[in-house]
């Protein structure tokens, strides 16, 4: 069975940094492009970034581009979301999903984990 | 504020069809496909529809997914209680450098 198992999220001050992982599991990972969506409390969801099976290329949504950057170690089965100088519209559940294709482009979310919170708060 | 546009509620009787729509753009919903997702409260959101009108398997045929120009739209016929859930349409903006764009959600409440 394919699994994703998000960690990372945590209370982070204003400013601060974190960084999330995904282990995945159950599929061939560089196969497949990956994704971040993140969703605010009690707000719908947000495509904030993709990477393709090779992760040689990436795709960053305006919101967040130039603070969070994404990265795939294919030896360990694990995607990465640095994010950083965070703000307080940053809060949500941050979730990793498993896109349809090779290429990140055009592809959509076949599989998600169930997520990992992020908090920004003094 | 989405390019995808979806109306923020929809309800119905149980046995009724309820109908969802996503208006987009040429160079979004007019130019590539469209996917649907269903989020219950407390859970990851799951594909219902993609590729327009395609389910994956173990989705009911209740389900069903059509476009037109640059709208979609997501039907469930022989609305069940257990459908009350929140809708998403996704899809690629080519106008945008970005990933892929999901509307602003749909909550479905049967009556």
């Known amino acids: 069975d394919v699994q994703l198992v998000e960690s990372g999220g945590g209370l982070v001050q204003p400013g601060g940094s974190r960084r999330l992982s995904c282990a995945a599991s159950?599929?061939?990972?560089?196969?497949?492009?990956m994704s971040w969506v993140r969703q605010a409390p009690g707000k719908g969801l947000e495509w904030v970034s993709a990477?393709?099976?090779?992760?040689?290329?990436?795709y960053y949504a305006e919101s967040v581009k130039g603070r969070f950057t994404m990265s795939r170690d294919n030896s360990k089965n694990t995607l990465y979301l640095q994010i950083d100088s965070l703000r307080a519209d940053d809060t949500a559940l941050y979730y990793c999903?498993?896109?349809?294709?090779?290429?990140?482009?055009?592809?959509?979310?076949?599989?998600w984990g169930q997520g990992t919170m992020v908090i920004v708060s003094s | 504020q989405s390019v995808l546009t979806q109306p923020p509620s929809a309800s119905g009787t149980p046995g009724q069809r309820v109908t969802i729509s996503c208006s987009g753009s040429?160079?979004?919903?007019?130019?590539?496909?469209v996917h649907w997702y269903q989020q219950f409260p407390g859970t990851a959101p799951k594909l219902l529809i993609y590729?327009?009108?395609q389910r994956p398997s173990g989705v009911s045929d209740r389900f069903s997914g059509s476009k037109s120009g640059t709208s979609a739209s997501l039907a469930i016929s022989g609305l069940r209680s257990e459908d009350e859930a929140d809708y998403y349409c996704?899809?690629?903006?080519?106008?945008?450098?970005?990933?892929?764009?999901f509307g602003g959600g749909t909550k479905v409440t049967v009556l």
């Open positions: 999903a498993k896109l349809s294709g090779k290429a990140a482009v055009q592809a959509y979310p076949l599989i």
């Open positions: 159950g599929f061939t990972f560089d196969d497949h492009a």
């Open positions: 990477i393709s099976g090779s992760g040689a290329i990436t």
């Open positions: 040429s160079s979004n919903i007019g130019r590539n496909y």
């Open positions: 590729m327009n009108n």
């Open positions: 996704a899809t690629w903006d080519d106008s945008l450098s970005g990933p892929g764009v």
